[in-house]
């Protein structure tokens, strides 16, 4: 049985319509009836076509790991969507980053003015070099008759050492599937991102350069994306979830 049928039939047998589904999830009644059609396309990807089949389980009564399961069996290979990172950044680690990257616009300055300085050395060369050829080639002048290969210097490349490898910041997207819940979330560095109220369809996106730190109050109702990878809902003991992302993707739970 495919997800969305899994859903429908769900739905009826709860004798719920769907306008009620819609009205408990604040999903699109159309948007709705094409997830119970298994026609997802209007979900704007795999992970929030995850999201919503969470919210509608949870509405119709169903464990939501089942039908995503079903989902997952047909959409494994769904490209998750880039994220586009919103938060504040620091500015002490893009002036830290700033200073590691070599300075390409100085190098060439550089290289320009040894470029100009070896032609003239070269056009004045070429000036001297009739006289002494013909010296060179006057019979009886003892001196043998010699050709100059001209020598060209080209300019260094920069070691690869001066190359400078930009961080992976760790990445956080929290979208709420229904309900509401309390959040809070801060670097390893103790700086608070965001802590407030978040209501069901809202989501927010975070980033730091060293990791993140999240706090989340009624942990059931989010949807958690870490560096691409849809993780579903948090573990959490009590429905509080206390999460930690560090750079490139790896969770961890208090």
Known sequence: MSAGETLARAREAREMSVDDVSSATRIRAGLIRAIEADDFSGCGGAVYARGHIRSIARAVGLDPEGPVAEFDSLHADDPVPALVPVPAVDPDAAARADRKQPNWAAAMAVALVVICVLA????????????????????????????????????????????????????????????RTWISVTTFSGRLLYQGLMSSGQQKIFRDAKGLRLTIGNAPVVDLVADGRDVGAPRSTGNVAHVTIEPGGNIQYA
């Not at 060179?136 to 070691?159: D, E, F, I, R």
Request: glycine residues 6%; charged residues 5%; proline residues 15%.
């Open 120 to 179: 003239g050395i070269s056009l004045l060369g070429n000036r001297h070099t009739p006289k002494a050829s013909a010296a060179h080639n006057q019979p009886g002048s003892g001196l043998p008759s010699s050709s100059t290969t001209p020598v060209v210097s080209q300019p260094a490349s920069p070691p690869p050492s001066a190359q400078a490898a930009l961080p992976t910041d760790a990445l956080a997207l929290v979208r709420v599937t229904s309900s």
